[in-house]
């Protein structure tokens, strides 16, 4: 399958960290690069469903089992893994310095949190397959897939992601547009996830619940309907958060890689993160 020179590897591997793929591809472009072994897909959705069958030659990688999120004792719940950690896993998955991921789901905030996640770790060759699993029509297998492990190299690229003291300072400052991404009773602070501490919105975000980014087939709106959903968030860059960074990852996505909205990055901390510490302004 990797049967390049080693002059050509670096090369390649070079390329692809530097190089960005399609945010969004077709079934019909996947169908017509499912033969490159530079394409990994990765199956996200339950282990149970990709082995009652998936794209061919997808690799089961689970979002809620797989390690995409990891608790930290700072109180997040759903947070980056430790850099050496996340490189293994994806490694493990058969995904190389050298390769396109793209990312099959059926649940759209998990796969804008997988490719969020190549994002932040320098890899720009990843894409989500638009409409997910349910808009496949081609070739279909079932059982297990064991993915051939591979090096992948992390180069971590901060402009993405947002941690607590630029969040304590976009608060303070108004420097940055907060989004809120939870349902409307969470944002109001009439109800809460339980591993969040406190009712309410960080001070001063706007609320932008990503469900209104995506179609009742939990696809992608299309642009010229992205793009009033999200005026409030003017032209200051912008934070998403969520409980988790879970559902967040829909209004990053749609900020990022949509509108190139300038300066949209995710905190993965969110609100878990935020009321682990009484003193942290909450309002509602």
Not at 122 to 136: E, N, P, T
Not at 204 to 223: I, N, S
Not at 238 to 265: K, P
Request: hydrophobic fraction near 45%.
């Amino acid at each position: 399958m990797r049967t390049l020179s080693a002059l050509a590897i670096g090369f390649a591997i070079a390329g692809a960290s530097a190089a960005a793929a399609q945010p969004l591809v077709s079934a019909d472009w996947l169908a017509a690069h499912l033969q490159d072994p530079h394409v990994v897909v990765l199956d996200i959705r339950p282990a149970d469903q990709h082995e009652a069958g998936h794209i061919r030659g997808a690799v089961s990688a689970e979002f809620g089992r797989t390690g995409w999120l990891v608790a930290q004792r700072d109180g997040s719940v759903g947070a980056l893994p430790p850099l050496p950690v996340i490189a293994g896993t994806i490694g493990a998955l058969g995904v190389d310095d050298a390769d396109q991921a793209v990312i099959v789901g059926d649940d759209f905030p998990a796969a804008a949190r997988v490719y969020w996640t190549f994002k932040v770790l320098g890899h720009g060759a990843v894409s989500i397959l638009d409409g997910g699993s349910r808009a496949w029509n081609g070739p279909v297998e079932t059982g297990p897939v064991m993915p051939k492990p591979a090096a992948f190299t992390a180069r971590y690229d901060a402009s993405v992601r947002a941690e607590l003291p630029e969040v304590v300072a976009a608060v303070a400052d108004g420097g940055a547009a907060l989004v809120d991404s939870r349902p409307q009773a969470q944002w109001l602070g009439t109800a809460k996830m339980p591993a969040v501490h406190a009712f309410g919105h960080l001070p001063g975000a706007v609320w932008v619940d990503q469900h209104t980014a995506l179609t009742p087939e939990g696809r992608l709106k299309p642009t010229e309907a992205l793009a009033p959903l999200f005026a409030a968030v003017g032209d200051k860059p912008a934070i998403t958060y969520c409980n988790a960074g879970y559902l967040s990852a829909t209004d990053w996505f749609v900020l990022s890689e949509v509108l190139h909205h300038q300066g949209a990055r995710l905190y993965d901390g969110s609100m878990t993160q935020w009321t682990a510490d009484p003193s942290r302004p909450v309002e509602r």
